[in-house]
């Protein structure tokens, strides 16, 4: 298994860690496996203070019998966050009838909505992408409503989508490279989804993608 992400309390007040942890850390494996929504993904609760043993270098995962050069596009380059808080909205088809009505009215040959309701790239909480993953998962082990913890993404912009100190970045260019796939992940053909359960956060988390 390879490093994913690793996340603070501090930093990120927004997910409901349990009592007593403050860093949340994710790892998966990025074998044939790592495709399905069974994919051995783990996530790790812990409090910092006990981290005291660290390595200098994370193992090299054991990709012996996979497709050569395929399956080590699913292992994200180390890289250090700069998240930025934003507002987007539910897709237009989870939204109650009557304000569905009122925004295809109003958004009836533009698409706009679709376009700027959720957020591409890798994000914390929110809504996934349309088509990422379907309506109302549960939790395996209670049954509770299953929330967005980690969205994964091949890019970080999409044209409407971007931070405002990459807006000009010239297309094709290496900073532009970097800027918009900083992990130099390939998750399937599109977006993909780790989901926890929101009544317990340490009950097994749910993956979907494209």
Known sequence: MV?????????FPEIAFPEGADLLQILWCVGYHCCSKHAPCRVVWRRAAEVTEIL????????EGELPGF????????????????????WLEDLPD??????????RDTDLYEDLSTAPGFKIGGTVIHGSAPSGLTCVACDAPATLLLQLDNGEGDGRWCAIEDRDLAYGTPEYEQAYTPTGM????????????????EHPVLFYSQ
Not at 3 to 11: E, H, I, R, Y
Not at 57 to 63: G, R
Not at 98 to 107: F, H, I, P, S
């Open 3 to 11: 490093a994913l992400a690793q996340l603070t309390a501090a930093d």
């Open 56 to 63: 200098e270098a994370p193992p090299e995962p054991d990709l």
């Open 71 to 90: 399956y080590e596009t699913y292992i994200p380059r180390p890289c250090v966050l700069h998240p930025e808080r934003l507002i987007e909205y539910p």
């Open 98 to 107: 009557d304000l569905k009505d009122r925004v295809r009215a109003w958004d």
């Open 186 to 201: 390939m998750v399937d053909v599109g977006p993909g989804g780790l989901f926890a359960c929101s009544a317990d956060p």
